[in-house]
DNA sequence: ATTGTTGCAAATATTTTGCATCAAT
DNA sequence: ATTGATGCAAAATATTTGCAACAAT
């Protein structure tokens, strides 16, 4: 992406961006239905398309990498993990779970929503090692952007 | 799946198993080459299957929830999420991020190991009020495993 | 004119499934 | 014999991309 780029707030984009407001934490396809009644005409192609770019340019937020690969662990116990957000790479944390703290956490807001909690999952996200010293050419932009050699790259 | 199943510890699934403990958080993809080069006959198939029997017997994790598709959030705010492992429903736990504290955990982090933390996410697994309101059928098994209805469903 | 965006369709990537066969109890 | 697992291929699901046409600067 250049970052000179000219973007167009244009009817689909615009009405996407309020699709995703109005749903909760929706998918692709559940914005693509929505926007399907007041727009019949889009396409799936323009959904994902402006799902990115809003991404990109900090409108809205991916909830996962962008990896859509299931990844398998051998260590069941109660850990965490580190992603880079550039090679993808996953790593053990070795740092003690925080079971006390998020665990009281978790039964407040049991208490407060009715929500059961059965667990947590929590990941750092950043740069391994071997990332951070490839490329140098890494800065932050904003909150939760990264740029890269020119690109945008987001973490979530 | 009947709980009086007699499971088999196959040459095949032994191997995946292997795989998947020296790999570091392997994909599906990367545990099918990895056990190709010990058994070329392997298929996908028989992959994936062994993956899940693997996690649903706890021998190994699956990482994350099961509906392999990208969430779109439109508050771009450092928050978490509580995820349903029954519907897959997604919500925002409103309560304060823990930046002081998670930050605090992922500079000690990056000083030890040089990864370098730009954020990080943390998930409530559970069960939304309608899921546990509605099905009465849920009870733990072991942790990290929740029964229903004579199925076994991890929660990852 | 040039650049950005769209709709459509085709392609890619990931995961699941039906089925005949094989293996273990 | 019966149940469980495999290999193969086809299907299903999720996402990306090439391209001609259209729209905004």
Same mark, same amino acid.
């Given at each position: 992406m250049k970052s000179d780029r000219k973007y167009r707030m244009t009817r689909q984009r615009q009405v996407i961006l309020e699709e995703v407001k109005s749903g909760?934490?929706?998918?692709a396809d559940q914005i693509y239905e929505r926007v399907r009644k007041r727009? +019949?005409?889009?396409s799936m192609g323009t959904v994902y398309r402006n799902l990115d770019t809003l991404a990109s340019l900090g409108f809205i937020r991916k909830m996962? +990498?962008?990896?859509p690969q299931m990844r398998f662990d051998f260590n069941t116990k109660e850990h965490y993990h580190t992603t880079c957000m550039n090679c993808n790479r996953v790593d053990d944390m070795h740092i003690e779970p925080m079971d006390d703290t998020l665990e009281n956490l978790g039964k407040a807001l049991g208490k407060l929503?009715?929500?059961?909690?059965?667990g947590h999952r929590l990941e750092f996200i950043g740069l391994c090692p071997e990332c951070s010293e490839q490329e140098k050419e890494f800065s932050l932009k904003g909150k939760n952007q990264i740029v890269k050699k020119g690109g945008v790259k987001l973490w979530n």
């Open positions: 909760c934490h929706p998918t727009l +019949p005409q889009i996962q +990498p962008d990896h929503t009715k929500f059961g909690i059965f």
